[in-house]
């Protein structure tokens, strides 16, 4: 299993991103996918999730301003990011809990590279 994130770039404050992140390979069953950021000396912490059921959370840093959706016909977790300000940078990954049928049933957090986001003042 591998998950590709893409969409990260340099704005100005007040401008717009949207992030992408694809699962693919032997997937039985996605059961959520998930935006995690990390700063330089920091840990990595969860900015939005989503479950197959549409469920979402935020962080509270982010809530009004940030989207995160689904789809699950794709296998790809979107998170529209708007009105960016200089402390949304970071390098963001995705995750997602998912189901495998190698053999037997096995579920796990499976986790992408991360994708630079940079937001200027």
């Known amino acids: 299993v591998q998950l590709q994130a893409s969409g990260g770039g340099t704005v100005q404050a007040g401008e717009s991103l949207r992030l992408s992140c694809v699962a693919s390979g032997a997937i039985f069953e996605v059961k959520d996918m998930a935006w995690h950021r990390q700063i330089p000396g920091e840990q990595r912490h969860l900015v939005a999730k989503i479950t197959v059921d549409g469920s979402a959370d935020y962080d509270d840093s982010v809530k009004g301003r940030f989207a995160v959706s689904l789809d699950n016909a794709k296998n790809t977790v979107y998170l529209q990011m708007n009105n960016l300000q200089p402390n949304d940078t970071g390098h963001y990954y995705c995750?997602?809990?998912?189901?495998?049928?190698?053999?037997?049933?096995?579920?796990?957090?499976?986790w992408g590279r991360g994708t630079l986001v940079t937001v200027s003042s």
């Open positions: 995750s997602s809990n998912i189901a495998t049928m190698l053999g037997h049933y096995s579920e796990y957090r499976y």
